[in-house]
């Protein structure tokens, strides 16, 4: 088990150091001056012989990767042009808006996704199987983009009035700011390490607004995250949806389902406890491959409602040409990847008995 | 004289006889597989799709009412942004006909969104074509030659496979500059691995078969085996994975397009068109609803058939039903 675990972790370091190779030479084949494609064209000489000393752009290449490695390994992105604060201070500010955002969709997906699957499973060629696969298949051939603003146009203009009309744009109404938790419950945080982790967690809102006791601003939250997780999450659930489907069927085929039939148990039991649990294992592997899914979502729907969060400062980044935050975002995003997807491999373990015994 | 003609006749006779025996067609997996996809409705309608789309394309300058890069402005009596205008429907018949509107350019929507099918289907073609043709090499190379060349190509693959598609199809088209050309070489790149692989597990599996072992023994090349022998039978997977690869690339292009990366104003772009209104969407939704309508229709069409293809072609679903 333990030698399972490692060799996991082994095999993607080769994967990690490709990451970093190949965004390393992304950012060499920017056409033109290095330094003035990354502080933009009016850096004057010694601005950018400072930059080009201090990222080593004078030595040779392999030495420059070097630089590059150790740079990104100390967590130092360099600081943006755009905004004129350090990478690291900015994804720290941003990256909890997508975070909620993707577990929101995460959520949506599967628990939507799932009882679909099954029920479609259970009741083969009912209306209900026809109905979600055909619905399946629309979702997997939308556009995001376009789905969120379809979504925005009817539950915000359309519904304006009803009892499900829901807020197009922002995390929160205006006017409402929340204190973070922290300063709620008194605490006297000194330490600046400690005082970012916290502060990075009182950005979750709906973290933070359980943790002050407001049911109120959760509930707002809560309404402001639905239009862009469910265009988010379609997608994804579209995926979840077929593959509960086909896996709970290979599943229900089987020999020892037939033996929990023919002695008696209750249906539902023989279902969610039999079936299911034997089907979970490709849908972990399909929802750990559609976390880019997530990512590239929030990429565009950020920009739609409004959200400031990872995918909103690459939007605006592209349109700018900032290369060094493309450029960072896009090799954290890579390694949040990796590391997501090696946790997805040694969940199995738990999920099957097999990887265990290898 | 007499005797030749009934020879003849005789002859004849046993011709047809002959014919008749082997009135029954070969079974070939062509066959069976079209057999197969025309029996699954949602093939169908996927193909039944395409074609609609593919007969707009190719007729869109004749089809189309305006020219699609058109200014309308003085030359007819309509604003920007104008709602649609349908005569049948009631619309005042001293107003111009524009079915689908006209956009933020005052140009006609509806001409624009016909030229959009001509792009949409070029983008879906070349990238995946570009892809497949550089993915089959690498894969076929990998998987017949194996031992180190295996290993770099496909770690290579695996790197490229670590990033979130979109994501790195936006970093290489940051660097590379927006345009539809860099945006269609970006999205090639991303999705060269997922051909790799898949050429890669064909040629495995086509390279130990007794026919690729009689071609060896009788002197073929090495190249001559692989692309002339290995992957004319290792084509099913292809054809499956880019047809569903096509309808990812148009979604991609249709993603890039819109965060400004892809296809440039005024290039009738579904995807560049949807961005230029999508403030637009609380007062002239129209021109958001059908441009990304049209993106969603084109995309179904090409997962319905690659769906269809996928269980026509699977060799072991095609004895069961003979």
Not at chain 1, 199 to 207: D, K, P, Q
Not at chain 1, 267 to 280: D, E, T
């Amino acid at each position: 088990m333990f030698t399972y675990i490692l060799r996991r972790i082994l095999s993607s370091i080769p994967v990690l150091f490709g990451i970093l190779a190949v965004t390393f030479i992304l950012a060499r084949a920017i056409p033109g001056d290095p330094c003035r494609a990354m502080l933009g064209e009016k850096a004057t000489q010694a601005v950018c012989d400072q930059f080009i000393h201090r990222h080593g752009l004078d030595k040779p290449i392999l030495t420059q990767f070097g630089i590059y490695v150790t740079e990104i390994a100390r967590g130092d992105f360099g600081e943006s042009l755009r905004f004129g604060k350090p990478v690291t201070t900015l994804m720290s500010e941003r990256l909890p808006t997508t975070l909620e955002l993707t577990f929101a969709a995460m959520g949506f997906s599967i628990f939507v996704g799932i009882p679909l699957g099954i029920i479609s499973a259970v009741r083969q060629n009912s209306l209900i199987d026809i109905g979600t696969m055909v619905v399946a298949n629309i979702g997997i051939s939308m556009p995001v983009f376009w789905l969120g603003l379809m979504l925005a146009y009817v539950f915000a203009l359309l519904l304006r009035g009803t009892p499900l009309q829901l807020p197009p744009s922002g995390r929160l109404s205006p006017g409402l700011s929340p204190d973070p938790f922290y300063v709620v419950w008194g605490l006297n945080v000194t330490s600046q390490g400690l005082l970012s982790v916290l502060n990075f967690i009182s950005r979750l809102n709906m973290l933070n607004a359980i943790l002050i006791g407001r049911l109120d601003i959760f509930w707002d939250a809560f309404k402001h995250i639905i239009l862009p997780a469910v265009a988010v999450g379609t997608i994804p659930l579209a995926l979840i949806a077929r593959m509960t489907r086909s896996s709970m069927l290979d599943v229900l085929g089987t020999d020892y389902m037939r033996t929990a039939r023919a002695k008696g148990l209750p249906r539902l039991r023989q279902v969610m406890k039999h079936a299911l649990r034997n089907a979970l294992l490709p849908l972990v592997t399909i929802i750990g491959l559609s976390l880019g899914s997530f990512l590239g979502g929030a990429v565009l729907t950020e920009t739609i409602f409004n959200l400031s969060g990872v995918g909103r400062i690459l939007y605006d980044a592209i349109t700018a040409r900032d290369y060094i935050i493309v450029q960072s975002f896009t090799v954290v995003i890579a390694i949040f990847f990796v590391v997501l997807n090696l946790i997805v491999d040694i969940s199995y373990l738990y999920l099957d008995p097999r990887v265990r015994l290898d | 004289m007499s005797d030749v003609t009934k020879s003849k006749t005789t002859g004849q006779v046993r011709i047809l006889d002959a014919e008749k025996l082997s009135t029954e067609k070969p079974v070939t997996l062509w066959g069976t597989a079209r057999r197969r996809l025309f029996r699954r409705k949602s093939a169908i309608l996927g193909i039944v799709i395409l074609g609609i789309l593919v007969i707009i394309a190719i007729f869109a300058p004749w089809l189309a009412p305006y020219d699609p890069q058109e200014v309308l402005i003085g030359i007819e009596k309509v604003r920007v942004r104008q709602a649609p205008c349908i005569h049948l429907l009631g619309c005042p018949a001293d107003q111009p006909q524009h079915i689908m509107g006209t956009d933020g350019n005052v140009r006609d929507e509806f001409s624009r969104m016909l030229f959009g099918a001509r792009l949409s289907l070029i983008i879906g073609f070349t990238t995946v074509t570009f892809a497949i043709i550089i993915g089959t090499v690498l894969g076929a190379l990998a998987g017949y030659l194996g031992g180190w060349v295996d290993n770099v190509i496909m770690r290579f693959m695996d790197v490229l496979l670590a990033f979130p598609s979109l994501l790195l199809a936006i970093a290489i088209v940051t660097i590379l500059g927006p345009g539809l050309i860099n945006a269609l070489l970006a999205i090639g790149i991303v999705s060269i691995p997922a051909y790799a692989r898949v050429t890669r597990s064909a040629v495995l599996t086509t390279r130990e078969m007794e026919f690729v072992e009689a071609s060896r023994s009788l002197g073929g090349s090495t190249l001559y085996i692989l692309f002339g022998r290995i992957l004319p039978n290792s084509m099913t997977p292809l054809i499956v994975q880019g047809t569903l690869g096509i309808a990812t690339a148009i979604l991609d292009a249709a993603a890039l397009s819109f965060l400004g990366l892809g296809a440039q104003p005024p290039t009738p772009e579904w995807g560049s068109m949807l961005s230029a209104e999508r403030n637009q969407v609380f007062t002239a939704p129209y021109l958001v609803f059908y441009p990304g309508l049209a993106i969603m229709l084109v995309v179904l069409s090409f997962n319905l058939l690659g769906d269809g293809l996928r269980d026509a072609l699977d060799p072991r679903l095609a004895m069961r039903t003979k």
